[in-house]
C-alpha cells in the first residue's frame, strides 16, 4: 500500500528530473554560444532561475516522500489489528500531490511562454538593428567595402557600386583580385591592413574602371573586429575625387595662365612697337623702289608678315587680360541653334549631318552671351574642321547632378573626324599649342578661359580615327 502511495511521488520527481536536465543543457548551450547570442542573449537569466526552481522541487519532492513513509509506518504499527484502508487520507496525500505538479506544470508552461516573448523580441531587435545598418550604408555618400579574412567581398552599398561603376551582385563573395586585380592599389591596402594592421588614414590614387576610364578616389581603412577584439576583416571607405581633381588641375592652368599673361603683355607691347618701326620702314623703302623692282616682292612679303604677327600679338593680348563677365539669363535652345547654324553656314564642306538637341525645359542659364558665343562657336568650328571628308556633328544639351547634389548644364560637342591622339590630350588647351598648320594655339585656350570664368569645367575625349567630344558643364542654380 505504501508503494502505491509514493508511486505518484515517484512520477513527479521523474518529471522533474528530466526538465532540470532539460533546462541545465539549454544553459550549458547558451554558455558555450551554440546559440546565436544575439538571438538568444537575454534569455540566460531566465534560464537560470527556471534551473534553481527545478532544482529545489527535486530536493524537497524526496524529502516529502520520505516523511510520508514514515508517518505512514508509525501509523501501520499502531493500526495492525484495525482495516488498513483509509481512502480519505490517502486521497488527500494524493490531491496534494497531483494539484503540486500540476502546478509545476503551469510554472513550466509559463516560464516557456517568457522563452519564446524574450526570443521573439531578440530576433526582432537583431532585425531592426541590421536594418537599421543597412540604411546607413544605403544613405551615406561614400563608398564603403568590406572583406572578410579571406580578402573576399561582404559589403557593397549602393555607393561604391556607382562610384566603381560595378553591379554589387557581381562583386559580393568575390575575392579582392578577382574585383581589383593583382597589382592593384586597393589590393596593396588590403595586404597592409591584414598582413601588418595598419589602418590608412587617408590616401589618393588612380582607379581603373571596367568601361576603361580612370577615376581618383579617396581611400581610408580601418580594422573590423568582433566583440572579444578579434580581427575578422578590413573596411575600405573611398570618395570619388574624379571632378574634385579635375577643378584643381583648371584651375592651376589658370593661374598660370594668368601669370604668364601678365609677364607676356609687357612684351607683346615692346614687340609690337618694334614691329610698328619695321613695317614704316617696309612700307617707306617700297615707295622708293621702282614697281617692277624684284625688291617689291620682298617687301611685300615683310609687310605681310609684320601684319599676321601683329594679329597674333592682339589675340594674345585679347586673352591674356582681364575679363569681366557680363552676365544675363539666356533661353539656351533658341541661341544654341542660331549659334551652330552661324559655323555651319560659314563652312567650306556641306557634307556633314548636323544633330542639335536641346529639351525645351533647360532652365535658363545665367551667362556672358558674347563670350560663351565665342567659346561654342570655336569648340564647333573645330569640330567641323576634323572631318574634312564630311561627318556627323552633334550638339547636345541635358541638366545633370554633380556629386555635391548640385545641378549642372552639360553642352557636348562630338565629331566623327580624325580624333586626338592620346599623348596631345593634355595639352590642347595651352596657348599657342596647335596641331593645324594655320591655328595660333589660342582658340582652345580661350575656349578652356570662358568656361572657367563661369565657374564652369571643361573635359576632353578623343579616338584616333571615331572623333572628338568635348564636355562643357556649367552650374544651374539649385540643387537636384
Known amino acids: 500500500m505504501i508503494g502505491h502511495r509514493l508511486r505518484p511521488i515517484v512520477v513527479g520527481w521523474t518529471i522533474l528530473l528530466v526538465l532540470f536536465l532539460m533546462t541545465l543543457a539549454f544553459q550549458l548551450l547558451l554558455m558555450r554560444h551554440v546559440v546565436d547570442p544575439r538571438g538568444f542573449g537575454g534569455l540566460q537569466p531566465t534560464a537560470t532561475v527556471l534551473m534553481k526552481v527545478l532544482g529545489v522541487l527535486l530536493l524537497l519532492l524526496p524529502l516529502y516522500g520520505a516523511f510520508s513513509r514514515f508517518v505512514n509506518s508509525s501509523h501501520g504499527g499502531a493500526d495492525e489489528g484495525q482495516s488498513p484502508e483509509k481512502p480519505e487520507g490517502e486521497r488527500d496525500r494524493t490531491g496534494v500531490v497531483i494539484e503540486a505538479f500540476h502546478d509545476v506544470v ?45 580578402s573576399a567581398v561582404t559589403t557593397f552599398n549602393e555607393a561604391a557600386a556607382r562610384i566603381l561603376r560595378m553591379e554589387r551582385e557581381t562583386v559580393i563573395g568575390k ?145 591674356s587680360k582681364k575679363t569681366e563677365l557680363d552676365l544675363r539669363p539666356i533661353a539656351l535652345a533658341e541661341w544654341l541653334k542660331r549659334v551652330v547654324e552661324q559655323v555651319w553656314a560659314q563652312s567650306a564642306v556641306q557634307s556633314h549631318g548636323v544633330e542639335i538637341h536641346c529639351p525645351a525645359n533647360i532652365p535658363l542659364i545665367s551667362m556672358d552671351e558674347v563670350l560663351m558665343r565665342q567659346a561654342v562657336s570655336n569648340l564647333v568650328q573645330n569640330a567641323v574642321e576634323a572631318m574634312p571628308n564630311g561627318g556627323h556633328l552633334q550638339v547636345i544639351t541635358t541638366v545633370v547632378a554633380s556629386h555635391g547634389g548640385r545641378r549642372e548644364l552639360e553642352l557636348r560637342v562630338t565629331d566623327t573626324g580624325l580624333g586626338i591622339p592620346n599623348d596631345r590630350l593634355e595639352k590642347i588647351f595651352l596657348p599657342f599649342y596647335t596641331t593645324k598648320t594655320k591655328g595660333t594655339g589660342l582658340g582652345l585656350a580661350l575656349v578652356h578661359k570662358i568656361v572657367l570664368l563661369h565657374n564652369g569645367r571643361i573635359q576632353v575625349e578623343s579616338q584616333e580615327g571615331k572623333g572628338t567630344t568635348f564636355r562643357v558643364h556649367l552650374p544651374i542654380e539649385g540643387r537636384a
Open 106 to 150: 503551469q510554472r513550466l508552461r509559463e516560464k516557456e511562454l517568457e522563452l519564446v516573448r524574450l526570443r521573439s523580441e531578440a530576433e526582432a531587435r537583431a532585425q531592426e538593428i541590421e536594418s537599421y545598418n543597412e540604411n546607413i550604408l544605403r544613405s551615406v555618400a561614400s563608398g564603403v567595402i568590406t572583406f572578410n579574412e579571406e
Open 175 to 319: 575575392t579582392c583580385t578577382e574585383v581589383f586585380g593583382p597589382e592593384s592599389k586597393v589590393k596593396n591596402l588590403l595586404d597592409r591592413a591584414h598582413h601588418h594592421g595598419e589602418i590608412i588614414t587617408r590616401e589618393q590614387f588612380e582607379l581603373d574602371q571596367p568601361d576603361g576610364r580612370r577615376i581618383w578616389v579617396g581611400v581610408s581603412t580601418s580594422l573590423l573586429k568582433d566583440r572579444a577584439d578579434r580581427l575578422i576583416g578590413t573596411t575600405l571607405v573611398f570618395t570619388d575625387l574624379t571632378e574634385v581633381k579635375d577643378l584643381q588641375a583648371q584651375v592651376e592652368l589658370r593661374e598660370r595662365m594668368t601669370v604668364l599673361g601678365e609677364m607676356s603683355a609687357g612684351i607683346a607691347h615692346e614687340f609690337r612697337n618694334f614691329m610698328g618701326t619695321i613695317l614704316a620702314a617696309a612700307k617707306l623703302v617700297a615707295r622708293q623702289v621702282r614697281p617692277n623692282d624684284p625688291a617689291q616682292e620682298s617687301l611685300h612679303t615683310i609687310v605681310h608678315v609684320i601684319k599676321d604677327m601683329d594679329y597674333l600679338i592682339t589675340q594674345f593680348l585679347n586673352f
